[in-house]
T-cell receptor, first 112, second 113 residues
Framework: GQQLNQSPQSMFIQEGEDVSMNCTSSSIFNTWLWYKQDPGEGPVLLIALYKAGELTSNGRLTAQFGITRKDSFLNISASIPSDVGIYFCAGHLMEYGNKLVFGAGTILRVKS | NAGVMQNPRHLVRRRGQEARLRCSPMKGHSHVYWYRQLPEEGLKFMVYLQKENIIDESGMPKERFSAEFPKEGPSILRIQQVVRGDSAAYFC???????????FGQGTRLTVV
C-alpha cells in the first residue's frame, strides 16, 4: 500500500534553535498538509499546500510542496517551549481519491 | 463557529459490548472522515463519508465496524462486540469540499476492559 515516510521520528532541541522535518513518498500527492497534535487533543492544521513547488509560511512555520509532488518539508524557526508536540504530515493521494494518509509523526521536545 | 464535536471524550466498554462514537462536523461541512490512532503512532484512515453515502471504507475492518452519516444528525462509528485490540483514540474530521483540509475533533478514547 501507499507509504508516507516521515523523519526524524523524534527531536530534542534547544529553545531558540531552528527545526526541520520532512515527509517523502513513492506516490504522487494532490495536497500536503502539516498538523500538530498536543497530548490528549486532536490534530490541528498548521499549513496546507496545494501546488507543486509552493512555499507557504505561517508565523515561525514554513512548509514547501516538493516539485516532484512526492515530498514536503516543515521548518520551525526559533523554537519555543510551546512547540512541543507531535507533528504529522498528511496528503491526499492522487490515485486514491480523497483518502488522506498520515505520516507516523515527529515528536518534538524542546529544552528550555 | 463550533469546531468538530466528538462525544463521548472517553468511553469504557467491556469485551463483547457495543461502542458508539458520535461526531458532529463543523457547520457547512458535508465530508466526514474517521481515523484511529494507537498510542505513539500516527493516524490510520478508516472511512470517508458524505451525507448518506460511504465514499471510501477501505480502512475499516471487515467485521464488527460500521459507520454512517445520516441526512440529519451526527456521524456514528459503531463497533460491535468490542475486543481489547479496539482500544485506541478515534478521531473524526470534517471538510467543506472533497479536497479541503480536514479539521479534527478532540477524539474519543475507547478503552476495552
Amino acid at each position: 500500500g501507499q507509504q508516507l515516510n516521515q523523519s526524524p521520528q523524534s527531536m530534542f532541541i534547544q529553545e531558540g534553535e531552528d527545526v526541520s522535518m520532512n515527509c517523502t513518498s513513492s506516490s504522487i500527492f494532490n495536497t500536503w498538509l502539516w498538523y500538530k497534535q498536543d497530548p490528549g487533543e486532536g490534530p490541528v492544521l498548521l499549513i496546507a499546500l496545494y501546488k507543486a513547488g509552493e512555499l507557504t509560511s505561517n508565523g515561525r512555520l514554513t512548509a514547501q510542496f516538493g516539485i516532484t509532488r512526492k515530498d514536503s518539508f516543515l521548518n520551525i524557526s526559533a523554537s519555543i517551549p510551546s512547540d512541543v508536540g507531535i507533528y504529522f504530515c498528511a496528503g491526499h493521494l492522487m490515485e486514491y481519491g480523497n483518502k488522506l494518509v498520515f505520516g507516523a509523526g515527529t515528536i518534538l521536545r524542546v529544552k528550555s | 463557529n463550533a469546531g468538530v464535536m466528538q462525544n463521548p471524550r472517553h468511553l469504557v466498554r467491556r469485551r463483547g459490548q457495543e461502542a458508539r462514537l458520535r461526531c458532529s462536523p463543523m457547520k457547512g461541512h458535508s465530508h466526514v472522515y474517521w481515523y484511529r490512532q494507537l498510542p505513539e503512532e500516527g493516524l490510520k484512515f478508516m472511512v470517508y463519508l458524505q451525507k448518506e453515502n460511504i465514499i471510501d471504507e477501505s480502512g475499516m475492518p471487515k467485521e464488527r465496524f460500521s459507520a454512517e452519516f445520516p441526512k440529519e444528525g451526527p456521524s456514528i462509528l459503531r463497533i460491535q462486540q468490542v475486543v481489547r485490540g479496539d482500544s485506541a483514540a478515534y478521531f473524526c474530521a470534517s471538510s467543506p469540499w472533497d479536497r479541503g483540509p480536514p479539521s479534527f475533533g478532540q477524539g474519543t478514547r475507547l478503552t476495552v476492559v
